[in-house]
């Protein structure tokens, strides 16, 4: 196994493959949690956003969405355990790509109750991107890595298009150039983030206020998943040491956790506080 360096295993090779199974069953072993975790905040943030700007179909852009994964929950009313079932089945072990695409597109139409939001993946893994268009978890895709380029032009006009950001484990990986560059692109989303309790989240908020935002941490902590070693563990529990972040109770007794920050343009949090 090879560890990056805050000490996480390297799992890239699963965000690489032509279709999720090898994603699901890695991360099944590993009890890999958060995006249940994250789904009923990310449907009460949209169901707010309609309410508060009158936005009918909002366009959800899902940061480091590989196969398609928040949005297949959302759409279609999904959870992780129906998708480990889904990719885990002897039919879906036997079948090829394309069959494959044909069964989840099906599944899709079948159970696409959350019609009125358009979702928008960003990755910088084509085939992750690729599978989650064709299946039809996701409406639009952009294939690019922020942190080190500007969009291009069409990428640009298509994150105008935004109206709220989530993700549920690329921040960390990607950081302040990537969330700025998407809240400059147009109409400044909202933004929800959940973000391993490792990864400072300070320096993006203090980015996002140069835009004109307000970030507010949100109360209580989120499993993510078990840690695949005791290496693992060790490597991850240093990382925290230097941080200044307390494993006790949480990363010390084998797992990872995040934190949610919810970032949104400050004339809204001002609004919200004058009603309060």
């Known amino acids: 196994m090879q560890f990056d360096a805050t000490g996480k295993v390297s799992l890239e090779q699963i965000y690489t493959r032509p279709d999720p199974r090898a994603y699901f ?40 969405c590989s ?5 297949a929950l959302l759409r279609c009313d999904a959870t992780i355990d129906e998708l480990y079932e889904h990719y885990g089945s002897a039919e879906a072990r036997d079948a090829d790509r ?16 959350l019609a009125r939001t358009r979702f928008v993946g960003l990755d910088s893994s084509e085939p992750a991107l690729s599978y989650a268009l064709a299946a039809g978890f996701i409406d639009h895709a952009v294939h690019a890595d922020l942190e080190s380029h500007e969009p291009t032009a069409a990428q ?27 809240a ?3 109409r400044r ?11 400072p989240f300070d320096p993006i ?10 970030t507010v941490p949100m109360p209580g902590v989120f499993k993510q998943r078990r840690f695949i070693s005791e290496q693992e563990q060790s490597l991850v529990l240093d990382t925290l040491s230097t941080a200044g972040v307390e494993p006790r109770g949480m990363e010390a007794d084998g797992w990872f956790y995040a934190e949610l920050h ?5 004339e809204h949090r001002a609004t919200q506080r004058s009603r309060g």
């Not at 009923?40 to 700007?53: I, N």
């Not at 196969?67 to 949005?71: E, K, M």
């Not at 989303?189 to 990864?199: D, E, N, S």
């Not at 908020?205 to 307000?214: F, H, K, Q, T």
Request: net charge neutral; aromatic share 10%; charged share 25%.
């Open 67 to 71: 196969y398609g994964v928040n949005a």
């Open 156 to 182: 640009r006009e298509l994150l105008a298009e935004v109206d709220l950001v989530i993700s549920t484990g690329c921040v960390g990986y990607v950081g302040e150039r990537t969330l700025g560059r998407i």
């Open 189 to 199: 989303p909202w933004m929800a983030h959940f973000v391993l309790r490792m990864f």
């Open 184 to 186: 400059e692109a147009g």
């Open 25 to 64: 069953t890695t991360l099944r072993e590993l009890d890999y949690c958060i995006p249940q975790l994250a789904k009923p905040y990310f449907l009460k943030l949209v169901q707010e956003y309609r309410e508060a700007t009158g936005v009918e179909v909002p366009t959800v852009l899902d940061l480091g």
């Open 205 to 214: 908020a203090g980015r996002l206020a140069d835009s004109g935002y307000e």
């Open 262 to 266: 919810l970032s949104q343009p400050r």
């Open 98 to 113: 394309d069959r494959l695409l044909a069964r989840d597109r099906a599944w899709v139409r079948s159970r696409g109750q």
